[in-house]
Each structure stands twice: as structure tokens, then as C-alpha cells.
């Protein structure tokens, strides 16, 4: 898929992965819509990147809200790709805590609608959008490519909802791609393990310090732009559907 005059669509795209993710496609030639609720660091970001990117102000829990972003990209040229990789937060409790209290079924309810069912949000909002475009030389229409984390896989303690919602995530993945394999758009999952963003709330020396040391190789945090590399990877490869790939530097979590 080449993205040259096409526009792709960055949820999150005023984060650590997804501001990353959108330097790498303009830098491609794509032009980009930055759907973040982080007005300040999206318009800054949009205004530095210049002509055929744009910050569109995106609830990603919101149908009208992604409407609007995914209009928004069609506007700019054919929407050809979008990455879903916005955050959230996540409480990070046990089910059962120290003072015998269940763990809020509303909190959980609520990380899953922010990682989960945004994500189906945001992926099947922007396959209906790609449905319409006329096919590529290769046949394809567009990709759509969403993030969720090696805690789908092993969750630690305090994970519950967060793992669940990642895990359902990866699950989506396959039935996704082959709903979509009609229509000429693949879908593909990336699970990151622990990298170094402004989620970790800290310098990015102390994050490494106590972070890096987990990872066998290299023994060191995830960089962002590694992320986005993978992305564009999967957007240029045709052959890439339906799988979720790791980017973790063969780290698996342990209890803890």
C-alpha cells in the first residue's frame, strides 16, 4: 500500500506511539489526521508538520466524535490507512484488594469501552470509509492496524482489565481481517511490550533503569519511532493480514 497523496488516519496521534507513527507516514508522502482529545500537543503537532496534516479534537468512545475525524481524513485525499493506538488510563487493581473489596465492575466496563470497543469503533468506522475507495494496482483498498500489548497475552497482577480488553483486541484481529478480505482491507494487531512514552509518568532515564533490565535483547525499553517503523512496515506490505505481531525484545511478562 503506498500512501503517496493518500490520507491516513492516527488515533492517538498526539501521543508517544501515535506522534511517531504520524512523522513516519508524512514522511512518506501521506497526509494525516491527528485524532487525539490532547488539543495542545495535536495542534502543535499539526502546525509543525505543515500543509495535509490536520488535528481533528477525537473522543474515541464517541461515535459522532470519530465520524467527524474519519470525515475529516476523507477530506484530505482517499483514506488509505489508519492506526489505532490512542491510550487511556487503567486503574491497575487487584479483582479482590488487600481490604477484601471487588474491584469496580464499572471502572473495568470502562477500560474496556476505551481499548476494546474503541478500537471495533474506530476499525469498522474506517473499513466502511476504505469499502468505497476505488482498489490500489494491488487490489487492496486500505489497512487498518490496531495496538494491544503483550499484557493480552500475560497479564500481571492488577491487569484484569487491561489484559482483557488487550486480549480482546487480538482476538479481533483474525475475524476482522477476514470480514474485510472482501473488500480489499487488512487488518493487522501490533502488541508492544514496555515502552518508553509519557504514559510512564517519569524521566525517561529512571523508566529505563528500572524497566530495561527486564528485557533479554536489546536490554532497554521500546522506542517509540520503532513502533512506527513496524507500522509503515505493515501499511507497505500487502502480504501482512491478519496477524498480531510482537515488538517486545522477547520479553514475556512474569508475575508480578
Not at 25 to 43: F, K, P, Q, S, W
Not at 195 to 205: G, I, L, P, V
Request: proline fraction near 3%.
Amino acid at each position: 500500500m503506498d500512501l503517496k497523496g493518500a490520507s491516513a488516519l492516527v488515533t492517538g496521534g498526539a501521543g508517544g506511539f501515535g506522534e511517531a507513527t504520524v512523522r513516519r507516514l508524512v514522511a512518506t508522502g501521506a497526509r494525516v489526521v491527528i485524532a487525539d482529545m490532547a488539543d495542545e500537543r495535536g495542534l502543535a503537532l499539526a502546525d509543525e508538520l505543515g500543509d495535509g496534516v490536520r488535528f481533528v479534537h477525537t473522543d474515541v468512545t464517541d461515535d459522532d466524535s470519530v465520524d467527524t475525524a474519519v470525515a475529516a481524513a476523507r477530506e484530505l485525499g482517499t483514506l488509505r490507512a489508519a492506526v489505532i493506538v490512542h491510550g487511556g488510563p487503567a486503574a491497575g487493581k487487584r479483582i479482590v484488594g488487600r481490604d477484601g473489596n471487588a474491584y469496580p465492575a464499572s471502572i473495568f466496563a470502562r477500560t474496556i469501552d476505551i481499548f476494546l470497543t474503541a478500537t471495533y469503533r474506530v476499525l469498522s468506522k474506517s473499513a466502511a470509509a476504505m469499502a468505497g475507495n476505488d482498489p490500489a494496482a494491488s487490489g487492496q483498498r486500505g489497512v487498518v492496524i490496531t495496538t494491544a500489548s503483550i499484557a493480552g497475552f500475560e497479564g500481571q497482577v492488577g491487569q484484569s482489565d487491561y489484559s482483557a480488553a488487550k486480549g480482546g483486541v487480538i482476538g479481533l484481529n483474525l475475524t476482522a481481517a477476514r470480514d474485510l478480505a472482501p473488500l480489499g482491507i487488512r487488518v493487522m494487531c501490533i502488541a508492544p511490550g514496555t515502552f518508553y512514552t509519557r504514559a510512564y509518568q517519569m524521566n525517561e532515564a529512571e523508566a529505563q533503569a528500572k524497566w530495561g533490565p527486564t528485557v533479554p535483547n536489546p536490554k532497554r525499553m521500546g522506542r517509540a519511532d520503532e513502533y512506527a517503523q513496524l507500522a509503515a512496515s505493515i501499511i507497505e506490505n500487502d502480504y501482512l493480514n491478519g496477524e498480531t505481531i510482537r515488538i517486545d525484545g522477547a520479553l514475556r511478562f512474569n508475575i508480578g
